[in-house]
C-alpha cells in the first residue's frame, strides 16, 4: 500500500505501476463531461482557466446534494471513457492524474506516458463508502452545471488503485481488450 | 369503485425514492453475500467486500448507495376498479421531486436533451398498466445511467439459433466489460417489438434474483424464479458462460461477472425475433408499494 499527497510531481507519478493499490491524502477537483468540454474549449479558445491544472487530480464524479450536516454527499466515480477525448488535451497543460472507472482509450494511454501521468480506479458503486473519506467540499467553477461542476474535495487515505501508469502499462490490458 | 387520492400517490412516490436509493434490495445484498463466499481471486473479494460495506454505510447514514441516484423510473399497475382524483402523473412527478430533495438524491435529469441545460429531478419515466381488481402497485426503479448507456437490441431472424442468440447477450456483457460496474444484473426481454423487448429487458430486472450456481451441486438447492423451466435453463446458461469471461468485480477479474439473469418473453411476429439486453449494476435498486 502506497501513500501519497496532493500536489503531485513526476517523481511520485513515476514510481506507481498499474495494479498498485494507493491511498490519496490531500486536494482533488471532481470534473465530468460538461466540465471537460468546457475547459477544452477554454484551452483551444486560449482563454483563463477558473483554475491551475499544474500537478492536479480530476475526480470524475457528480455527488449527490450535500445532507445537513455533512461535508459531502454520496460521490462514487463515473464511466471514465466519456473524458477520453478531453483528457489528452488536459493532461498536456499539467493535470497529474485522472479517478475513475473503467477503460480508457489508447490516447489516454498514450498521453499517460507522455505528459507523466496516472490514471487511477476507485470502488466502482460505492459513493457512500467513499463519501467518508472526503473532509470538505467546495464549488470552484460552473456552478450553473449542478452536480456537474468542478468542486474541490479535501481528501484523506482515499481509497485507489493504479489503473494506468506513466510507463503506459495498463491494467485492463490483456483482460479486456 | 374505490377512490384514491394522488396527493397519497405522491407521498408514497415519494417515499419509494429514497428507500429505493438508500436500502439495497435484500435479494441483491443476499447474491453479493454468496458471491463473497464463492470468490477466489482476493482483490475481487477485497472489492466485493466494499460493494457490501458501501450497503451497509448507506442504510446507516441514509446516503444514496450510488451517487448516480438514476432516471427515476415508475412503474405502475393500477386496478380498474380504481378511481383517481387529480392529475396522476403530475402527482407522480411531484412525489418525485419530493423524495429526491428530501433524500438529498441528485439531481441528473436535463430537461432539454440537446441544450442540457441545469439539470433537476422530473419528468420521471412512467409506466402505467390497467391490471384487475382495485389495487394500486407502484415500483420505483432508480437505475444509474453507466449501465443503460450499455443496452442493446438486435432484431433477430425467426430462424436465429439458440448459440447466435447466446453469442449476442455475451457480446454486450464484454462490450460494457469493467466500465459499468460488475458484477451485473442481466436483463433480457425475447420476444414482441422492439420497444416492447426493450420494456421487458428492464423489466426483467425488476424480478427477484436467485443466488445460481456456477456449477451443479454447489449451493443451497435452487428453486425456479422463472415457472418457464427452458427459460430458466436458459438463464442458468447464460450465467454460467458469463461468469467465465474472467470480468469480474470492476472488470479487475475473477469469477464473479455478474450475480444473476434475467428473462422475460411475450409472444412475437412470423417474421422476426426481437432480443434486448438491459444490464444493471450490482447496485440495483427499488422499492415497491401495494396500496
Redesign the interface.
Known amino acids: 500500500m502506497k501513500k501519497i499527497k496532493t500536489p503531485l510531481d513526476g517523481k511520485q507519478i513515476t514510481k506507481l505501476k498499474a495494479g498498485n493499490t494507493v491511498l490519496l491524502t490531500g486536494i482533488i477537483y471532481t470534473a465530468r463531461d460538461q466540465a471537460h468540454k468546457r475547459l477544452v474549449r477554454a484551452i483551444n479558445q486560449k482563454k483563463k482557466l477558473p483554475l491551475d491544472l499544474k500537478g492536479q487530480v480530476f475526480y470524475y464524479c457528480g455527488p449527490t446534494i450535500t445532507p445537513k450536516g455533512e461535508p459531502i454527499g454520496s460521490c462514487g466515480p463515473t464511466t471514465s471513457s466519456r473524458m477520453d477525448i478531453f483528457s489528452p488535451a488536459i493532461l498536456r497543460i499539467g493535470l497529474k492524474a485522472m479517478i475513475g472507472k473503467g477503460r480508457r482509450s489508447e490516447e489516454v494511454i498514450e498521453a499517460c506516458k507522455r505528459y507523466e501521468a496516472v490514471y487511477f480506479l476507485t470502488y466502482a458503486g460505492c459513493a457512500a463508502l467513499l463519501s467518508q473519506y472526503v473532509m470538505a467540499k467546495r464549488l470552484i467553477a460552473y456552478g450553473d452545471l449542478g452536480p456537474e461542476a468542478i468542486y474541490e474535495l479535501k481528501v484523506r487515505d482515499f481509497p485507489l488503485i493504479v489503473g494506468i501508469d506513466s510507463h503506459g502499462k495498463d491494467i485492463y490490458e490483456r483482460r479486456c481488450r | 369503485m374505490r377512490w384514491m387520492k394522488s396527493e397519497q400517490i405522491k407521498e408514497i412516490v415519494a417515499r419509494l425514492c429514497i428507500e429505493a436509493n438508500i436500502r439495497l434490495r435484500e435479494d441483491i445484498l443476499k447474491a453479493l453475500n454468496f458471491a463473497y463466499n464463492q470468490e477466489k481471486n482476493l482483490r475481487a473479494k477485497r472489492?466485493l467486500e466494499?460493494?457490501i460495506?458501501?450497503?451497509k454505510?448507506?442504510r446507516e447514514?441514509?446516503?444514496?448507495?450510488?451517487?448516480?441516484?438514476g432516471f427515476p423510473t415508475v412503474y405502475m399497475d393500477i386496478g380498474q376498479k380504481i378511481k383517481i382524483e387529480g392529475d396522476l402523473k403530475r402527482a407522480v412527478n411531484k412525489g418525485v421531486e419530493l423524495g429526491y430533495?428530501e433524500g438529498?438524491?441528485?439531481?441528473?435529469i436535463v430537461s432539454d436533451p440537446l441544450k442540457?441545460n441545469?439539470?433537476g429531478w422530473k419528468p420521471a419515466i412512467i409506466h402505467i398498466d390497467l391490471v384487475r381488481g382495485d389495487k394500486i402497485k407502484i415500483t420505483v426503479l432508480p437505475k444509474g445511467f453507466?449501465c443503460e448507456?450499455k443496452t442493446r437490441l438486435k432484431m433477430f431472424n425467426p430462424t436465429a439459433s439458440q448459440r447466435e442468440i447466446k453469442d449476442f447477450i455475451l457480446e454486450t456483457v464484454?462490450i460494457a466489460?469493467?466500465?459499468?460496474?460488475p458484477p451485473y444484473v442481466v436483463g433480457i426481454g425475447i420476444g414482441g417489438t422492439a420497444d416492447y423487448a426493450c420494456l421487458l429487458a428492464k423489466k426483467a430486472l425488476l424480478k427477484k434474483i436467485k443466488n445460481h450456481p456456477d456449477t451443479e451441486g454447489v449451493g443451497t438447492k435452487i428453486k425456479t424464479t422463472n415457472q418457464n423451466s427452458k427459460i430458466y435453463k436458459l438463464e442458468k446458461e447464460l450465467l454460467s458462460e458469463i461468469n467465465k469471461l474472467?470480468?469480474g468485480p470492476?472488470?479487475?477479474?475473477g469469477r464473479t461477472s455478474a450475480l444473476a439473469v434475467n428473462i422475460e418473453t411475450y409472444p412475437t411476429h412470423i417474421a422476426g425475433l426481437p432480443i434486448a439486453v438491459n444490464l444493471s449494476?450490482?447496485?440495483l435498486r427499488m422499492a415497491t408499494r401495494v396500496l
Open positions: 472489492i466494499a460493494i460495506e458501501n450497503a454505510v448507506s447514514k441514509n446516503l444514496a448507495i450510488c451517487q448516480d441516484t430533495r438529498f438524491l441528485r439531481n441528473s442540457r441545469k439539470p453507466g448507456n464484454k466489460g469493467p466500465d459499468a460496474c474472467n470480468i470492476m472488470g479487475l477479474g449494476c450490482h447496485a
